[in-house]
């Protein structure tokens, strides 16, 4: 086990250097310069983007300018383009902030996911069955932005209170507990708009899952023990399907970062999606490296990290 | 049965845990509840987040819109747009002039010129009252005495690297008058004592020496303006508000003056307004509350520069920067480079403004709060936010909601805001205009004839409905409509296809068997480009090309990159027409734009637009000090250049803006009154006024 979780380790960290490499090529490659050295526009004279230019290291070879990040992202100067502020202390910033709304809607997705995808199984081929594929497939197949677009324009119209942006301006000086609700009602929105794909997708797993188990042998043991339909649905039955699930606790981790750049920005919600959103369209490469650094890190941490559950719920997995 | 439950109690749990927290959150009706301190704060939107919270670096909209509410000038336009002064109380403009004693010279008498001569012709014409208009005008004659003065300049050698000269003038005795006012005629005035031809042969190569020998020649045609025979140096004398103190208390002075002067001019500093300050030619500290500024030339429209914000100069001076760079612990590389723009004043301002700066989140917010020692007295608003949300739909539902107060929605929002009355629409003409330019260098478009009939072909009105949703105002000429130089008395070209297709039938142009226009067996064919990006433009482009098919005229249109389209098309001169706009200034100036002078590569008077009338009216203006002058100026300028037509001026946009009706402005005698906005378009103006009621008020 032990000789596993190391080597495994130590190939990840080479794979992580090969994205890491990969991702810097292909960020620097693609067409589009940083907006401060901009030939276009007017306002720069060419001198000003000379000198920004050698401030950037933008001249320099490519594995030099690879050589110049890492080293200033390990040292802690990384710095944006766009203000000059350090990098870390801001992404971690605005993960600070996508964090409620990725802890929010998990919540959901896996409170809702459940018992809709149980239910479904359990009644196979009911009406409720057919409605629900028919909802998950819908909610899974409509661009998002756009459900969240007729969300907002209908709360707004019909309950006339604002859901952009983290909370309501203006409120630092009334009673906490009013600014703890005005939070909590700008956390509901965009994180239900959120989670509805996550709830389409994982409802589906989950009544798959159920069907499978339920036409097992030991099931049918169960019943013909004569136990009553709910054990055997939630305790023999649930049990066994929740086994892959658990794996799906160690993809979430690379969500963290970047899960939601359209809803924070429909939204106005000053996260870390918007963050990267924002960096690429105005080409600011340490943002934008960075973030896909960390998503990557995150990424393999993740696989890793579901692997290893595996083998602990599920003991007829054994790692070498 | 354990799990069951939970899988079904959970997720409601959850449900109403969160969707309760609607009943807490205000609606637009209900603001103050929980929250009384919401009637105390304005909250604006914005598209787009700040760039650089520094009044001599910013360029950007939003920069300038805090930089407006942190930072004070020395002056700025009142109500009506006549200047007001703010951290100045008041100025006068005099002028100094000086004038060469030319010994080769001759009075109309025949009688040789010398500087003791010429003193006492001058004096005794003013004291005997024989020019009547010198005697109001001059305070003071000086004779000065012959001295010496070396220059260094850089000239493009024959490889295209400066070479560096060495210019020495031995200036020959001047007189100087001290003017109460500016008067560019004042040397015509002097004509009868001085005779007409004077300046004519004056041994100019005497006084000028180049070193080394051999630029003598090359420099030769600009020898007078090392020297000029007649020079005017106006000179603005500033008396500073005493008593005023900068947010963290460091009182403001003449100190503060010179060094945003400076700062302006420090090359390392990029700042984008240098040009407007280069005609200055010493800013002095006559006392802590008293600058002097003298000018190098005139130019009226200079003035209009000090309504820049002033800097604090003791957190921005070499020794503030130093502390700055220690306490950062920089590199040596980034200390050597270190300037001005990196420095954290620019993300933290301190200014004497109405607002307080308290912090800026990035993308999100920037904060302000009231200036309670504001010498105007303090604002209404304890608070100012400025919110971005990069999204006008978002925009519009965050102000639906109450959320902000403030912002500035698309045409196509406006028109559903003057439908309903629960908000304050406004509608602004703004200070640009749109246009269709030829290129009047091209034969087909020398005739201003053709220039007429192109206009008179589109139907201006019918843009303005349908691409502006009636936001816009058809114009005439170069001059924003709000302004006093617009001349209101010019007529509009007419829509007339008809007598468009008669005016260019008498030029010579008859329709051929396809139905184009034909002349010498040409048809009347050119391209009609602009950039891509901007739907407005590209929809009149659109618009023009039909409108011209339909009398005979055969335009193709192209859209290009911004990059592209100014490199290649505009600054080289290689187009025929182009769909553009103009953002115009207060000032009068059109120099840059109409000028013959500034037809070249690089430059605004793309078109190419000569006339010599127009030159000489434009120079004039920017000479002239007197307004009511000025303004009978520009309206002779605007009329010859709406005869001339060498645009087609299409229509002025109007900007717009929605306001909460709660808020009101208060009165001194505490009533308050309905917002309304000013003459010259402005909505804020009374910001400081500004107050939020907890009811909508009934007007």
Known sequence: MWAYIIRNFLQRCVLLFIVSVMAHSIVHLAPGEPSEVDPSNPRMQPEDIKKIREAFHLNDPLYLQYYYWMRDLFTGELKSFKDSQ????????????????????????????????????????????????FIAYALISIPGFFLSYIMILWVVDTFGVPVIGMRTFGMENAHPFFQTMDRIWHLVIPSIMSALTGIAILSRYVRSQMLEVISQDYVRTARAKGLDEDTVIYHHALRNALLPFVTLFGYLLPSLIGGSVIFEYIFAWPGLGRLGYEAILSRDFPIILTI??????????????????????DPRIRLE | MKIKWFLIIAPALLSLALLQSYFWVPTYETQTKGNPDRVWKFIEASIGDAKILNPILNADTASGRIVGLVFDSLLDYDEELNRRGRLATDWTITEEAYLIINPDAQFPDGIQVTANAMKARISDAIENGSLPKLKELVTEITLLPKRKRTEEIAIPGADGKPISVEVKVQVPERLQFSLKRVDQNFFKLLEPIIGANYEKNVPIEKWVEVSPQEHQKNLRPQFAEFLPVFEHHPIILFHLRKGVHFHDGHEFDAGDVKFTYEAL???????????????????????SHTVRVVYKRLFSPAIDAWSIGILPEHLLNEQALQREMDKRGLSKQAKAEFGMRDSQFNRHPIGVGPFRFVKWQGDELIHLIRNDDYWEGAPEYKEFYYRIIPDAITQE?????????????????????????????????????????????????????????????????????????????KITGPYPKSTQWYNHKVKQIPYDPKKAQRILAKLGWKKNAQGWLEKEGKIFEFNLITNNGNLQRKAIMTIAQNSWRKIGIKCNTQLFEWAVFLKDFVNSGQFDAVVLGWSMGMDPDLYQIWHSSQAGPQQLNFVGYNSPEVDQLIVQIRQEYDIATQRNLTHQLHSIIAEDQPYTFLYAPRSNLVLDKKIVTMEKDGSYSKIKKTKSGSVFFHFNRWRKLEYTPKF
């Open chain 1, 86 to 133: 350090p990098v870390l202390p801001k992404i971690w910033e605005r993960f600070l902030n996508s964090l409620p709304l990725f802890i929010c809607a998990t919540l959901i997705v896996w409170t809702l996911a459940f018992p809709t995808g149980i239910h479904a199984a359990v009644r196979r081929g009911s009406a409720y069955d057919r409605g629900s594929t």
């Open chain 1, 292 to 313: 896909n650094f960390i998503a990557a890190a995150l990424t393999l941490a993740g696989t890793f990290l579901s692997d290893i559950l595996y083998a602990v719920v």
């Open chain 2, 265 to 287: 001019m420090n090359s390392k500093n990029l700042s984008p307004r240098t040009s407007n300050f280069e005609p200055i030619k010493t800013v002095e500290i006559v006392d």
């Open chain 2, 397 to 473: 539902v965050e102000f639906r909601t109450g959320a902000i107060d403030t912002y500035s929605p698309q045409p196509h929002q406006a028109v559903r805001y003057k439908k309903d009355d629960t908000y304050q629409p406004f509608s602004v003409l703004g200070f640009g205009y749109v246009y269709i330019g030829y290129n009047n260098r091209r034969p087909l478009f020398v005739d201003k004839r053709v220039r007429q009939a192109l206009g008179m072909a589109i139907n201006a009105d019918e843009i303005i409905e349908y691409i502006l949703y009636g936001e816009g105002e």
